[in-house]
């Protein structure tokens, strides 16, 4: 069977050795003799794999032990409310920077728990570029900073980490956690929905420093509270066990490939590929500001657009799947998360540079 090679923003490729391993492992996991969508989230085998999947995103990021790990559901958009809730501590304001198509969805859904400060925006101008640092109107009395460290639509990466004092930074980092290496210390808390870097749709990664939580709107519903699932260990409902198990081989994959360090020496590789074919003509268009082009996410259009469809299915007949643009946008986008394969990148560079000999 020939796989193909799949650009997907999200739902995303997984590791192929990930796959064969949970196909091994369906029927009878270890020698449990059932499978383990078959488990409780309350047996010993099944604790063993969710704590031996925290232990590892621990590793793998240097996550300090005053800091939490959750595994929830309710994907990165549930958390759009849910971090009011429970992160307002008291206070009535918090910071948001907009950047693209995600965190204005994380704006408006602030909006009902508190006043949205906008301190920086690009929501007129195109969302392609990340606003000088020193032009944002930061509020010492947030009760944090928001911000998507890399838009997914957009293709616009932040490569720095804002400076806030002592208001603590959350940042959504669904499309692009674990590809290359960060200071977790500089966090108040990180989310990100799995479906890109980590594993399958179904279970949301919350890493969030301690002292912040405890305080949560009485609002908040009960497995939405942080400080509730971080005493039970994530389960103080029935979790998405299978996600949590995927989850854990995707870790464990990573590992392998050197962790964050290993695997952002390829990425940047992958991106720059794409990047280049792109720059070396006027065939193909990429708005995004130089210095925040997105490793993951890389959209573009050629400056004919009547041909942006033509390049979509000639592609999929070539086995390049799923590079249409976002539904809003339109266009290509090319999403290259950790677990597509640098062959993937080849292929589709070919692919554009024949595509551009015969149609330029
Ligand atoms: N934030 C970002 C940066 C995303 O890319 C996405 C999904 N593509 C979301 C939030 C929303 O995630 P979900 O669909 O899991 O709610």
């Not at 959504?172 to 977790?184: A, E, F, K, T």
């Not at 969030?208 to 260990?233: E, F, K, S």
Request: with cysteine.
């Amino acid at each position: 069977m020939k796989r193909a090679y799949n650009f997907c923003a999200g739902p995303a490729a997984i590791p192929e050795p990930v796959l064969l391993m949970a196909r091994d492992e369906l029927l009878n996991w270890g020698e449990s003799g059932t499978s383990i969508m078959e488990m409780s989230h309350r047996s010993g085998e099944f604790q063993r794999i969710a704590q031996e999947a925290e232990s590892d995103l621990r590793d793998l990021m240097y996550i300090p032990d005053n800091y939490k790990i959750l595994f929830l559901q309710g994907g990165a958009s549930c958390q759009f409310a849910v971090i009011p809730m429970n992160l307002l501590r008291g206070k009535t304001t918090a910071d948001y920077v907009r950047t693209g198509i995600w965190s204005h969805k994380a704006v408006e859904q602030a909006k009902p728990f508190c006043d949205v400060n906008i301190v920086a925006d690009t929501m007129d101008k195109g969302y392609n570029y990340i606003p000088e640092f020193s032009s944002w109107t930061l509020n010492p009395e947030a009760a944090y900073l928001h911000y998507a460290s890399n838009e997914t639509v957009g293709g616009v990466e932040f490569f720095w980490i804002p400076e806030t004092g002592d208001v603590p930074i959350v940042a959504d980092m669904s499309s692009n956690i674990l590809s290359r290496p960060i200071d977790v210390t500089q966090y108040g808390l990180i989310y990100a929905g799995a479906q890109k870097n980590i594993g399958p749709s179904g279970i949301t990664v919350v890493i969030v420093r301690d002292d912040l939580i405890g305080d949560a709107l009485p609002i908040t519903p009960i497995p939405l509270n942080y400080a509730v699932q971080a005493q039970d260990a994530s389960l103080y409902n029935t979790p998405p066990t299978f996600a949590w198990y995927l989850t854990g081989l995707v870790f464990k994959w990573l590992k392998q490939q050197g962790g964050p360090e290993g695997i952002a020496v390829i990425n940047e590789r992958k991106a720059r590929k794409v990047y280049d074919v792109i720059d070396a003509t006027d065939f193909y268009i990429n708005a995004v500001a130089p210095d925040c082009r997105s490793w993951m996410n890389i959209p573009f259009q050629i400056h004919d657009r009547g041909m942006d469809k033509m390049f979509i299915s000639e592609a999929a007949d070539n086995g390049l799947l799923n590079l249409n643009g976002f539904r809003s946008v339109g266009g290509m986008r090319v999403s290259i998360y950790n677990a597509v394969p640098e062959e993937a990148v080849d292929a589709l560079v070919i692919f554009m540079k024949d595509f551009e000999k015969r149609h330029g």
